[in-house]
């Protein structure tokens, strides 16, 4: 199988695997329990907590494990006071629009923020967060369909002073380009594992000091009071070592990511009326989102599934729905077009070889070769 949809998820990492087998097996002890069998494991997860607050630039005491981003995303939200006000840009991963949702039917008053065709904020809408001073705002880092970079730092100086909290999903830029929770300027990060190359079934929430995280999870006081439930030990570990090889092999993989991008793209070019959303903005090196006027997304994810390659037709979480995406929609992508949309995320294995075999056949099944 050709694996093109790294965004979805990314396989565990040996050295990652064999990072996390002592704590299926010999470590099994409960790191709440006082004797030394538990606090062996109680400093393997305090060790990979450090592990992730590297890889992010952030205080290790202000780290929390979770299930995933998903759960993250609903921590960072539930910090919301009854009946304050949140903002959310228009592009956000429904782990962010359906508590968003909820939220909003128990009385919160919920903003959305418009985009540019690039899926950028527009400066109107960053003016319009100053007038309407919500108490928090979620605005994701990197988008997991176009792959589109948010110029966070920016934006959150734009917002500084006002004093709304800033919450970021970080879940897709996380491993594939820097980031530095303290520079951005943001009091709230959401991150996953499994998109590093980690397991699945676990995450995190950074937060800034002085912002009060409601937990969700109430039982016996595990991560400092604020996500009960005897910790997901192997899944931490796997994070931590995942989280720390994304640091060390930033740059190489990088480079790979950027030459296979370069590589796809040329190709994709050869295509006539091919469009890739968001071609020219600031995106990450792994994902290229096109549609092809008159083809149908899903058939051709079909299509491709049976030569043995798989893709997405947009978010995971989207896939099969009738629906265009969001993202585009809100990036004003005509519908039809919308429809057509296939997204390829590339990973550290992917090859050049890979690419021309996936030309190749897109080229024959859309009836260009
Ligand atoms: N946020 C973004 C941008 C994502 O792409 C995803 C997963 O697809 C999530 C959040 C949810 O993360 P998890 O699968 O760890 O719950």
């Not at 676990?202 to 006081?221: H, W």
């Not at 899903?298 to 997405?312: C, F, G, P, R, T």
């Amino acid at each position: 199988m050709i694996y093109f949809d790294h965004n979805a998820t990314t396989p565990v990492d040996e050295r990652v695997l064999e990072a996390m087998q002592p704590f299926l097996t010999t470590f099994y002890g409960n790191p709440s329990s006082l004797y030394r069998h538990g606090r062996i494991v109680r400093s393997a997860i305090d060790a990979a907590r450090e592990q992730v607050a590297t890889l992010v630039d952030a205080p290790a005491a202000r780290i929390v494990f979770t299930s995933g981003g998903t759960e993250a995303n609903n921590l960072a939200l539930a910090t919301l006071a009854p009946n304050s006000r949140l903002a959310l840009s228009a592009i956000e991963h429904p782990s962010i629009t359906e508590p968003a949702l909820h939220l909003k039917s128990r009385g919160h008053d919920v903003d959305m923020i418009n985009v540019d065709s690039n899926g950028c904020l527009t400066p109107d809408a960053i003016d319009r967060l100053v007038e309407t001073l919500p108490a928090l705002v979620s605005i994701m880092l990197a988008n997991n369909e176009t792959g589109l970079i948010q110029n966070l730092a920016d934006i959150s100086e734009r917002l500084s002073g006002h004093g709304i909290i800033i919450h970021t999903d970080a879940v897709q830029a996380v491993g594939k380009i820097p980031v530095s929770f303290k520079q951005l300027g943001v009091q709230l990060m959401s991150l996953s594992s499994h998109k590093i190359y980690g397991p699945k079934g676990c995450g995190a929430l950074v937060f800034a000091k002085g912002v009060t995280i409601n937990p969700l999870i109430l039982g016996g006081g595990q991560e400092n009071n604020l996500r009960a439930g005897t910790e997901n030990v192997a899944a931490i570990v796997g994070f931590g070592k995942a989280a720390e090889l994304a640091q060390s092999e930033l740059a190489e993989r990088s480079a790979h990511l950027l030459k296979l991008r370069k590589c796809l793209e040329d190709g994709l070019s050869t295509i006539p009326g091919l469009v890739i959303f968001a071609e020219h903005a600031d995106r990450l090196a792994n994902t290229v989102q096109f549609g092809i006027p008159e083809i149908d997304g899903e058939m051709l994810l079909m299509k491709l599934d049976q030569k043995s390659i798989a893709v997405s037709s947009g978010s995971a979480c989207a896939s099969g729905g009738a629906e265009p995406s969001s993202v585009l929609t809100a990036m004003g992508v005509e519908a039809g077009l919308a429809k057509s949309a296939i997204r390829v995320s590339l990973g550290k294995t992917n090859t050049e070889a890979e690419i021309i075999k996936f030309i190749n056949l897109l080229k024959s099944l859309v009836g260009q070769a």
